[in-house]
């Protein structure tokens, strides 16, 4: 497996779909957003899905943005940065929206953009050794397309004090306020999601979807066009900030970041 996103679908109509830079943590780049997409496409335009399976190969589920990425990206020009940030924020919202159940099977790291991809998903299983983070403030940039579907998972109450402090939270933290719904040991994870899809794939598929697009009618997640155009050109502006520009040389040069006098 070479390519950032693998999917595959079974006989059941169960799709996997695997984020595949393990080398990295599975954090994500542009090329992994766009497999993301591509993925997700292929699972909305088939009507023989019945579910999916989000799912991070090797020791960690995902571990947010690659950094050295991002301050590629925000050297470049205004419409690159917007162009990326909305790629980003249509892969989370596609998730958020699909019409059939998605489960996220969670090991080892979870941050930043992680966590959002967990919010988008309806059933979040993790395993023991799973940890999280919302850390986008700490590099000076902001969580802005995520927040919708975090504010949804976790409460706004709980994401005023993750999003805001850094700090990491263990599995049994995330499944106390909202993020993840079931905690098992790391060698159950697999059987675990299993047994999941397996109880959703008892439930009428039409009636499955229309559930879940009304409990998304009043959900923070469902959002119009021009709320996702202003969350995603407020997050690619705060890319370029001279702020994000310390944070980042902060994280390639390893040492604390000087907020003195930049916004």
Request: proline content about 3%; overall charge neutral.
């Amino acid at each position: 497996m070479t390519e950032p996103v693998v999917a595959s679908l079974d006989a059941r109509g169960v799709a996997s779909v695997t984020l595949n830079r393990p080398e990295v943590g599975n954090a994500y780049n542009g090329a992994m957003i766009e497999g993301l997409l591509r993925a997700l496409d292929q699972v909305t335009g088939r009507s023989d899905v019945r579910a999916v399976v989000l799912k991070g190969n090797g020791k960690h589920f995902q571990a947010g943005a690659d950094l050295k990425w991002i301050r590629e990206v925000s050297g470049a020009s205004a419409a690159e940065n917007e162009r990326v940030s909305r790629a980003t924020a249509e892969a989370v919202d596609r998730l958020n929206r699909l019409p059939v159940p998605a489960v996220a099977l969670v090991q080892g790291g979870c941050f930043g953009g992680g966590t959002g991809m967990v919010a988008a998903c309806d059933v979040v299983i993790a395993a023991d050794n799973a940890v999280f983070s919302i850390a986008e403030v700490r590099w000076g940039l902001t969580a802005a397309i995520i927040i919708p579907q975090l504010s949804d998972a976790i409460s706004a109450r709980q994401l005023r004090r993750y999003a805001l402090t850094c700090e990491r939270f263990d599995a049994e933290e995330a499944r106390r306020i909202g993020l993840v719904h079931q905690v098992v040991p790391l060698d159950g994870l697999a059987a675990a999601g299993e047994a999941m899809v397996a109880r959703l794939l008892e439930n009428g598929p039409q009636a499955m979807a229309e559930t879940k697009a009304c409990i998304l009618d009043s959900a923070w997640g469902s959002f119009d066009r021009a709320t996702f155009d202003a969350l995603s050109a407020g997050h690619a502006a705060k890319r370029r900030s001279a702020e994000a520009a310390e944070g980042l040389a902060s994280f390639a040069e390893k040492r604390a970041a000087n907020w003195s006098g930049r916004a």
